[in-house]
């Protein structure tokens, strides 16, 4: 820190010199009655915008210029080093070319573009139509480094850059969308597969599922639920089954799926196998509100909840059929005088038919 000044009776003005930057100051020393202030430069009052009242409190009892000096340095440098290092702006070259690239690919696909122009959203077609979208990443000297890519798919999207003759990688806006395209040609069927689902099924969660989504639960009827993961490589085989919901219920579809596995046919679709197998019809939403929905309804039977802070209903009575949030249940018999406690696990009745119901004390 450098400082230089010039008393003006019982005020100081100067410079101090931190992180090789210069900021004027003015310092008035405590009185008898007052406090010690200071003013600054337009600089000095942005670099501690906010910190206005650490400031005052480290300098009220300053009476000497040097503890003024050595105060106002230390909180400056920690202010100035906990800053992000200033944003690297591109050349001109990078602009001129950018539009360019631009104008080759179609403005059409343009999304999304920040301030800086340097992260774009670009959006590509599959071959059905559907809309994905290719969010690249562009340092300042590009096309001499490549972009980094990122994008809703089942599997990482790793683009690969050939070299042309002089053994230089050609970065290119274009060579990115084809090989995102390339890249969504491999998942096609996988999409197919889980929008059949989305679009004949009554989809519990996720409700706003991605491109990148492998998981669909679906509602079965009498407050049970399936949930399935496809496999990303060959989606129309037998997906990963979990079944959820009354335990007296569910073995009757456990006990299809091991007697009729070998109707699955790898031709036709998931959903169109799983309805063979399982020898049932998957109901829609709307089927479902039509026909009376509370045979349907998944929502914990105490907080009237699906998602309860990330959890899900998972237990279930044999008798009335109803789910329960684990964490809803076991409240709910902790306050009945009739309920036994067994090391872990809570005894007790239904709260809708008094049927005996157990729960996992948490």
């Known amino acids: 820190m450098a400082a230089s000044s010039s008393d003006l009776s019982n005020c100081y003005c100067g410079y101090v010199r931190v992180c090789e930057r210069d900021f004027a100051v003015r310092f008035f020393p405590a009185g008898p009655t007052t406090p010690a202030r200071a003013d600054g430069c337009k600089a000095l009052r942005a670099a501690l915008s906010g910190h206005e009242a650490t400031l005052q409190q480290r300098i009220s009892k300053c009476v000497k210029v040097s503890e003024f000096l050595a105060e ?9 080093r906990e800053l992000p290092p200033p944003r690297q702006w591109p050349e ?6 950018l539009m360019e690239e631009l104008d080759a690919v179609g403005w059409s696909r343009l999304v999304n573009i920040s301030e800086s122009l340097q992260e774009l959203e670009l959006e590509v077609l599959d071959e059905a139509g559907r809309p994905h979208t290719l969010r690249l990443s562009l340092p300042p000297d590009y096309p001499s480094s490549p972009p980094k890519a990122e994008a809703a798919l089942p599997a990482p999207l790793e683009l690969q850059w050939p070299a042309d003759r002089s053994g230089q990688a050609r970065h290119s806006l274009k060579a990115a969308i084809e090989q995102f395209r390339a ?3 491999k998942h096609q069927l996988f999409w197919d597969m889980l ?3 989305d679009a004949h099924t009554w989809v519990l969660e996720p409700q706003n599922p991605t491109r990148d989504c ?12 399936m949930q399935l993961t496809l496999h990303v490589g060959a989606p129309t085989t037998l997906p990963t089954l979990q079944f959820l919901g009354a335990e007296k219920l569910l073995q009757q579809h456990r006990r299809a799926l091991n007697a009729r596995l070998g109707l699955w046919n790898a031709a036709r679709s998931v959903r169109a196998n799983l309805e063979d197998v399982l020898d049932l019809k998957f109901p829609t939403q709307q ?10 309804s998944v929502e914990c039977a105490v907080c009237y909840m699906y998602d309860l802070d990330g959890c899900v209903p998972e237990v279930a009575c044999d008798g009335c059929k109803k789910p329960f949030h684990q964490s809803c249940l076991g409240e709910w018999l902790r306050a009945l005088p009739t309920t036994r406690q067994s090391f872990n696990r809570l005894f007790g009745e239904c709260p809708y038919c008094a049927r005996p119901i157990t729960v996992e004390a948490t």
Do not use: K, M
């Open 287 to 296: 089927q479902a509100s039509s026909e009376g929905a509370d045979d349907y």
């Open 183 to 185: 890249a969504l040609s």
């Open 195 to 197: 929008d059949d689902l």
């Open 214 to 225: 492998d998981v669909r639960r679906l509602a079965i009827g009498q407050h049970c639920s």
């Open 72 to 80: 106002v340095r230390d909180l400056l440098e920690r202010l100035l």
């Open 92 to 97: 001109a070259a990078f602009y001129e070319l």
